[in-house]
């Protein structure tokens, strides 16, 4: 038995006190480690957040980057096409002016012929 101040105190009392204490730890142990597997897993998720937004950031870059060479090439294929339009045109010219001219034999008839009959196959696709 303990006497402090007035207040008496047997050792069922020191052991009761001792279970609360020990009961509070416990709990208070309890709530911290669920804090710390709380935190963890909001940082793991932040991580991954992270790691998404940058994957995304760099993913746009690449679209950017491959959308740009496209428009390039698209670009020098419309001017290639429009070469060989030109090109197609005069030989065109050419095969015509012979025919009215009577130049030549029935190969270059045929050919201007086979010509039109291509150019304007390729008109109506």
């Given at each position: 038995?303990?006497?402090?101040?007035?207040?008496?105190?047997?050792?069922?009392?020191?052991?009761?006190?001792?279970?609360?204490?020990t009961g509070i730890w416990g709990f208070v142990k309890v709530i911290m480690e669920i804090i710390k597997a709380i935190t963890a897993r909001h940082d793991k998720e932040q991580a991954w957040d992270k790691a998404v937004k940058d994957i995304e950031v760099d993913r746009e870059s690449l679209k950017t980057e491959f959308n740009g060479r496209?428009?390039?090439?698209?670009?020098?294929?419309?001017?290639?096409?429009?070469m060989l339009c030109m090109c197609l045109r005069a030989q065109d010219a050419i095969l015509e002016a012979l025919v009215e001219k009577d130049i030549g034999n029935g190969e270059i008839k045929a050919m201007h012929r086979e010509l039109k009959d291509f150019i304007m196959k390729q008109v109506e696709q």
């Open positions: 038995m303990i006497i402090l101040d007035g207040v008496t105190l047997n050792f069922d009392d020191l052991l009761k006190l001792a279970i609360a204490v496209l428009d390039e090439q698209d670009a020098k294929i419309q001017q290639l096409f429009a």
